[in-house]
């Protein structure tokens, strides 16, 4: 769908989808293909390698020059994506209200997740803030650790300390969602799980094997086939998990854009809808 929007209005699209960044990554990511890409120039596809550290601060900072050089040429950029984190910080910025980041922390909660797994990272969010923990995205390993590590940082949950203090931007931000029915929705996922088995998707996974605790791999799809790897699971277990928690993580990712109650939701086959509501929006401004 972005890629026809794209297209009708001649532009550019950014992608912030904080794995499809890296080129060893390309199955497991559901990373469009040349032939999707249609001719539309993708930014932040390919952009990086596994071997890099490129987080969402970096993310904010390359993404603004981007946009900045992008709305030379064009007057409507599109921006697309999964990591509602990414969207969120390119629109918004950081809330001056949370700190940075602490080196010794972050690598003690590392060392928590190396020795133990995603669950005891799971439990310590759940004890330190039970409120947030009931928002984000529990398969999501950098959220945990960021909100684990704000928790330490100050002695405060991080539920509280996100004031919500948007920066402001120098360009309008107009955004949609796409919706369908959840059992289709489901059915859809099922389905594309058992196609990027069927494209290679373990051969991948063993390709990265030596970089599996990189944030970028401690994610949905990769987890539980490097769990196969170590003899924990069966192929065929391995495969229904990567199904159970792709579900898991749409419906934390419908609740997360849904909260935030600025946007504007259509089916994914009604580009016109689209195009039009677009067009009488920019009409406004």
């Known amino acids: ?3 026809d929007v794209a297209k009708h209005f001649n532009t550019e699209i950014i992608s912030a989808d904080s794995r499809q960044f890296y080129k060893e990554l390309a199955i497991g990511t559901a990373k ?3 032939l999707e890409m249609d001719g539309v120039p993708h930014h932040f596809i390919d952009s990086h390698s596994i071997t890099e550290n490129f987080n969402v601060n970096d993310f904010e900072i390359a993404a603004l020059k981007t946009l900045n050089l ?7 950029v599109i921006l697309t994506g999964g990591s509602g984190l990414f ?3 390119l629109c918004n910025g950081f809330d001056e209200g949370i700190p940075t980041s602490d080196k010794n922390i972050r690598q003690k909660i590392e060392a928590l997740y190396n020795k133990y797994g995603i669950e005891i990272l799971q439990e310590k969010l759940k004890q330190l803030d039970p409120k947030f923990y009931q928002e984000i995205d529990l398969n999501n390993y950098k959220r945990l650790e960021r909100a684990i590590e704000i928790c330490l940082l100050t002695g405060k949950p991080n539920s509280e300390l996100r004031q919500g203090i948007k920066q402001k931007r120098p360009f309008n931000i107009l955004k949609i969602g796409l ?3 959840r059992a289709e929705l489901f059915n859809r996922i099922n389905q594309r799980v058992d196609l990027m088995m069927d494209a290679g998707l373990l051969d991948e996974v063993k390709s990265v094997a030596n970089y599996k605790n990189h944030n970028a791999l401690k994610t949905v799809g990769y987890t539980e086939l ?3 790897l170590a003899g924990e699971l069966s192929l065929e277990e ?3 998990k990567i199904k159970v928690n792709s579900r898991r993580y749409a419906k934390r990712q419908i609740a997360w854009f849904t909260k935030s109650g600025d946007y ?3 089916n994914p086959n009604d580009k016109n809808a689209i195009v039009t509501f677009i067009k009488n929006q920019i009409k406004k401004t």
């Open 87 to 89: 969207i969120d910080i």
């Open 70 to 76: 992008l709305f030379k040429q064009h007057d409507i």
């Open 179 to 181: 919706e369908r029915d």
């Open 238 to 240: 391995a495969q229904e």
């Open 264 to 266: 504007n939701w259509f």
């Open 1 to 3: 769908m972005c890629v």
């Open 226 to 228: 490097f769990n196969f």
């Open 32 to 34: 469009p293909t040349d």
